[in-house]
């Protein structure tokens, strides 16, 4: 009986997203095999190259995925808490006996493999952040819930932004969409578009005219709600905390963040010019992606990419790739793919009876959709470089396999959805 119920279930899962998927990775490997082609090493597959890791990648990714499928869903549920500890495990030791690469102390050497901590993290605190929703029933309105919540997020993200990796911290700020439609107030999410207007705002406009103008608009508020006491200590409070947060934007930008990754954020607002520095990726990358047009240079035809002048192309430039040697065209493809397994996770969440899957299916969609827009954003200029890869599609075993947790575990509790977790 419960072998045909194991069963049931495993032919239950949602086979369209699975070849989504698929897809994807075969876009990945063809186009990290462009990233790194040598006309000279033609004839012959090298698995030590790039290349060819990344197909051991795929290949075991896929057997770790249809893996996940063959488990008992409810087993996600009792080994959330130790899945997210051993994560936070991982996390602190990076710190200690990490290797450091471009900066960054988030690699710890196996062999010749490098486990990035940060990318499993994720699904780890995914799992504990359903979990907590589903046990608990929190609905957001009180200090407590929104406390705990933030907790489980902010633990693995502080840890990460010690390696530092700024990047990768960033994306567990997804995690607030999630909580948002399981009642938390929609204020916050403003509160999080401020934040983002004001610090933009803070190196293209002089602090004192912010200061002016937030203090005009709080006046003007209180003014309108003058007879509201309550209005009125909440839109001082409110003042106040922006304006301090001005200043907390100037010293952690010159205390916190590396030199790199100031020039980054100048780049891209315009406050300075480096062809040859820290602007080149990107230049070089949308220059590639230009001079694809409609329809591509053709599969190894690209002269940005023959010839390595785009950094880090296999990883997180990769998308630059697939502008050159396939266009317009194949970009929109890769797009809409992206845009069909997102709209489908978003559905395959809703329709959800468990509340744990239906958190942990939208915080899958929600990391995915940081992912996607964060890395084609940088690569064409509008985004700084965060150094993010692109899912499934980036060369990596970590971010690779990572991926392919986080979704795999959705589908397998989407398999059971007539069923309580």
């Known amino acids: 009986m419960i072998q045909q119920q194991g069963n049931r279930f495993f ?25 790194i082609y040598n ?4 004839a012959g597959f090298d698995f030590a190259s790039s290349y060819g890791k990344q197909l051991i990648y795929v290949i ?8 996940i499928l063959l488990f008992d869903g409810r087993l996600f549920n009792v080994f959330a808490p130790f899945i997210y500890g051993a994560t936070l495990f991982l996390l602190v030791v990076v710190l200690f006996v990490g290797r450091n690469v471009g900066g960054n102390q988030a690699w710890i050497p196996i062999g010749s493999f490098r486990l990035q901590p940060s990318e499993f993290a994720k699904f780890g605190t995914a799992l504990l952040l359903a979990r907590y929703v589903s046990t608990f029933n929190p609905k957001f309105r009180d200090i407590k819930s929104i406390v705990i919540a933030g907790l489980i997020v902010l633990a693995p993200l502080l840890l990460i932004m010690l390696q530092p990796d700024t990047g990768s911290a960033l994306v567990f700020l997804a995690f607030m969409f999630p909580l948002y439609r399981e009642g938390l107030s929609g204020y916050f999410l403003l509160i999080f578009l401020g934040m983002i207007v004001l610090f933009v705002a803070d190196f293209l406009v002089p602090t004192y005219v912010l200061i002016l103008i937030l203090t005009t608009i709080g006046g003007l508020f209180i003014y309108n709600n003058r007879r509201k006491q309550k209005i009125i200590i909440s839109t001082v409070l409110v003042t106040i905390i922006a304006i301090a947060y001005l200043f907390v934007v100037k010293i ?16 891209m607002l315009g406050l300075k010019a480096d062809n040859k520095g820290a602007g080149y ?8 992606i230009g001079s694809g047009q409609a329809t591509g240079r053709g599969f190894l035809q690209g002269t940005q990419t023959k010839y390595g002048y785009v950094p880090a192309q296999s990883t997180d430039f990769i998308f630059s790739t697939i502008g050159e040697e396939w ?4 970009c929109s493809v890769v797009i809409g793919l992206y845009m069909f397994l997102l ?3 978003i559905n395959l969440a809703e329709r959800q009876r468990s509340t744990f899957s239906r958190v942990y299916g939208y915080s899958v969609a929600c990391i995915l959709f940081f992912h996607v827009f964060i890395n084609i954003g940088m690569t064409i200029g509008i985004i700084p470089v965060i150094g993010i890869p692109l899912p499934f599609i980036s060369y990596g075993g970590s971010s690779l396999w990572s991926f392919t947790i986080l979704l795999f ?6 398999s059971n959805r007539m069923g309580f977790i």
């Open 252 to 267: 952690a930008y010159e205390k916190i963040l590396a030199p790199h990754q100031r020039s980054r954020i100048e780049l």
């Open 60 to 67: 075991t990714g896929l057997i770790l995925g249809l893996s």
């Open 343 to 345: 709209l489908r996770l």
């Open 409 to 414: 575990i959705f589908l397998k509790l989407d």
């Open 11 to 35: 032919f239950n899962v949602d086979w369209i997203t699975v070849l989504i998927y698929i897809a994807l990775c075969a876009v990945g490997f063809t186009n990290v095999y462009a990233s």
């Open 327 to 330: 266009g317009f065209m194949g």
């Open 39 to 42: 006309p000279e090493k033609a």
């Open 281 to 288: 990726n990107v230049i070089q990358s949308q220059i590639a």
